[in-house]
């Protein structure tokens, strides 16, 4: 069987190439002072697997057997007539981690949890999955394969965040603000300390431009009509764009920047902003990567670096 490699909250795994991302209906939300996420896959049939996270206060780390029995606990309310049948240790990313394996009366459903936690990125995660019982040993052999190959605390720029046809490398850490997936785009905002990234995927790109030349002209009519979390003060006129070509693939880059713009002048944004837009004729899809951070940190080399490595890295992926 074959496997892709998908990322979503800096959690990046290995899944069967059948299996497609089920994301949260909302992004990461505070449950107190702590944030929370979630991210599943699906077959075109049915749910199989599930991940779901809580930030941990730091030096505090979560007693697992007894998260496994409180989950355990809560799925019981909904399967009344289950029970457990084995549990045991295992190691994730290097983390130790419990198991607990359970089943209907009946032996008609089988499911199967895993908790953990990242001392690196002070989460409690837990995984866990449903299924019939003549599914069972196929499920529960991928479920091994798919975590045996968890990074829940991927290094800078292998955090990977891949959504419908649209995949982008970032430092670790960064959070999700908005994310908005729809027939023919795709669409996340991710924030990083003081710089916020908003990316997108336009399908059917030949019927929107006929060459990347026109793409400027294209996007300034297109963007405000339709594009989901276009940041406030982000006025871009055709003049700021210019024309890059990327010297390893020979491809064409629309760059546009407005960092030259003097801040005192009081009708000019506040804040830096700094956009890529680029065409995949192959997979006909139209991208744009907009960035913006405060005026007063434009001279932050670290920003201009993450900036950089992340425009880079996501035109040689998409």
Not at 65 to 72: L, N, S
Request: glycine residues 4%; positive net charge.
């Amino acid at each position: 069987m074959d496997f892709k490699t998908i990322g979503w909250q800096d959690i990046v795994l290995k899944v069967p190439d059948e299996w497609e991302i089920v994301f949260a209906t909302k992004p990461p939300k505070k449950k107190g002072k702590e944030k929370t996420g979630y991210f599943g896959f699906r077959t075109t049939k049915k749910k199989l697997l599930e991940f779901r996270w809580v930030e941990v206060e730091k030096g505090k780390a979560p007693d697992l057997d007894v998260v496994i029995g409180d989950y355990f606990n809560t799925i019981q309310k909904e399967q009344k007539r289950i029970k457990k049948r084995t549990d045991s240790g295992i190691e994730v990313s290097t983390h130790k981690g419990k198991t607990l394996y359970w089943t209907s009366e009946d032996m008609s459903l089988h499911g199967y949890i895993v908790a953990w936690y990242c001392n690196v990125l002070h989460r409690l995660i837990i995984m866990q999955s449903q299924f019939s019982s003549d599914e069972a040993h196929k499920i529960k052999t991928d479920i091994m394969q798919v975590l045996e190959t968890v990074k829940c605390h991927p290094v800078d720029y292998e955090s990977k965040w891949v959504a419908p046809n649209l995949t982008i490398f970032t430092p670790r850490s960064m959070y999700l603000i908005k994310q908005a997936f729809l027939v023919g785009l795709s669409f996340f905002q991710l924030r990083y300390e003081i710089l916020d990234i908003y990316c997108y995927r336009i399908g059917l790109a030949n019927q929107k431009i006929n060459s990347i030349d026109e793409l400027p002209a294209w996007f300034l009519n297109y963007y405000p009509k339709t594009l989901p979390g276009i940041p406030s003060g982000f006025k871009p006129i055709e003049e700021d764009f210019s024309k890059k070509t990327l010297s390893k693939k020979k491809d064409i880059v629309w760059n546009y920047n407005n960092k030259e713009q003097k801040s005192t002048f009081p009708l000019k944004s506040k804040s830096v902003f700094q956009g890529y837009f680029w065409q995949n004729e192959e997979k006909n899809d139209i991208y744009c990567l907009i960035f913006k951070y405060k005026r007063q940190s434009s001279t932050n080399k670290n920003i201009v670096q993450i900036i950089e490595k992340m425009f880079s890295l996501a035109v040689r992926n998409n």
